[in-house]
T-cell receptor, first 115, second 110 residues
Framework: GAGVSQSPSNKVTEKGKDVELRCDPI?????LYWYRQSLGQGLEFLIY????????KSGLPSDRFSAERTGGSVSTLTIQRTQQEDSAVYLC?????????????FGPGTRLTVT | EDKVVQSPLSLVVHEGDTVTLNCSYE??????LLWYKQEKKAPTFLFML????IEKKSGRLSSILDKKELFSILNITATQTGDSAVYLC??????????FGTGTRLTIIP
């Protein structure tokens, strides 16, 4: 069956531009998670969705970051006015439900480079 | 603040060697500890550990958890070049959050 997909796989953008990253979770998975992995670092938790709701946005690094999920499926992570420190791999994961956080399936990630 | 620390940060061994990767943690609420293998970008799930002293095995990989000393180890025996990857340890601290360590980069030399 299809896994988690993300697009684009790579994105190079100029400092100050906005970018939108997309995640398509496994069908039927109600929980969706976004992580960021900077060079040489572990995965940094950003935000999660249960259905379309994101109750806790405190993991987002700044107010330039926002995320939404519509229809309980596809999610987009938007970074406004990108900065060089935003360069990282952004990973999305999904699980059947929040109480199955341990069964997260990861997408291939989007490598974002801000020049 | 929840913290997961992995060691060593990187390890280079020859094919056939046995390696032990370490993960220690300090978290406010422990639910389970997970190990992932990351080649390229997407981490793939290896093990979930919830109870102390019970070894989980999958082929040449095994892992064990010590909840008293707050650490876990991942062993790989008879290493192969395909084992080269970053190995991530994560702790499930609440329903919606995994806290990851920085990973151990393992390189197997043929």
């Amino acid at each position: 069956g299809a896994g988690v997909s993300q697009s684009p796989s790579n994105k190079v953008t100029e400092k100050g531009k906005d970018v939108e990253l997309r995640c398509d979770p496994i069908s039927g998975h109600t929980a969706l998670y976004w992580y960021r992995q900077s060079l040489g670092q572990g995965l940094e938790f950003l935000i999660y969705f249960q259905g379309n709701s994101a109750p806790d946005k405190s993991g987002l690094p700044s107010d330039r970051f926002s995320a939404e999920r519509t229809g309980g499926s596809v999610s987009t992570l938007t970074i406004q006015r990108t900065q060089q420190e935003d360069s990282a791999v952004y990973l999305c994961a999904s699980s059947r439900s929040l109480d199955r956080t341990y069964e997260q399936y990861f997408g291939p990630g989007t490598r974002l480079t801000v020049t | 603040e929840d913290k997961v620390v992995q060691s060593p940060l990187s390890l280079v061994v020859h094919e056939g060697d046995t390696v032990t990767l370490n993960c220690s943690y300090e978290v406010t609420n422990f639910r389970s500890l997970l190990w992932y293998k990351q080649e390229k970008k997407a981490p793939t799930f290896l093990f979930m550990l919830t109870s102390s002293g019970i070894e989980k095995k999958s082929g040449r990989l095994s892992s064990i958890l010590d909840k008293k000393e707050l650490f876990s180890i991942l062993n790989i025996t008879a290493t192969q070049t395909g084992d080269s990857a970053v190995y991530l340890c994560a702790v499930d601290v609440r329903e919606e959050k995994l806290t990851f360590g920085t990973g151990t980069r393992l390189t197997i030399i043929p």
